[in-house]
């Protein structure tokens, strides 16, 4: 079995900064590509924002300079840093992963995500 399990998430005031992270653990042999996604009310899931296992990022150019992705492999996290949060910014973050189970086995993984809320 593999979990993932979002957290960081919250009340947050316009230009305000949060860090999310993702914890994955489980029958996991290694982790290929992280992301992190978002919903917000009323609108379709959306890219936000992807790691590779070499660490190479890319961005949607709706937050790019403002929220970064990183990854800490040892600890099979992955990382969303926000800054300067804006009230559009308001969804539910999704994190989702690409890995290898222990087996060989290829696998995309959900986490339940987490709210984050942008507002005065």
């Known amino acids: 079995q593999v979990q993932l399990v979002e957290s960081g998430g919250g009340l947050v005031q316009p230009g305000g900064s949060l860090r999310l992270s993702c914890a994955a653990s489980?029958?996991?042999?290694?982790?290929?590509?992280m992301r992190w996604y978002r919903q917000a009310p009323g609108k379709q899931r959306e890219l936000v924002a992807t790691?590779?296992?070499?660490?190479?990022?890319n961005y949607t150019v709706f937050v790019k300079g403002r929220f970064t992705i990183s990854r800490d492999d040892r600890k099979r996290k992955a990382y969303l840093q926000k800054n300067n949060l804006k009230t559009k910014n308001t969804a539910v973050y999704y994190c989702?992963?690409?890995?290898?189970?222990?087996?060989?086995?290829?696998?995309?993984?959900w986490g339940q995500g987490t709210q984050v809320t942008v507002s005065s």
């Open positions: 489980g029958t996991i042999l290694a982790i290929n590509v």
């Open positions: 790691i590779t296992i070499g660490g190479s990022t």
């Open positions: 989702n992963v690409d890995l290898v189970r222990i087996g060989g086995s290829w696998g995309g993984y």
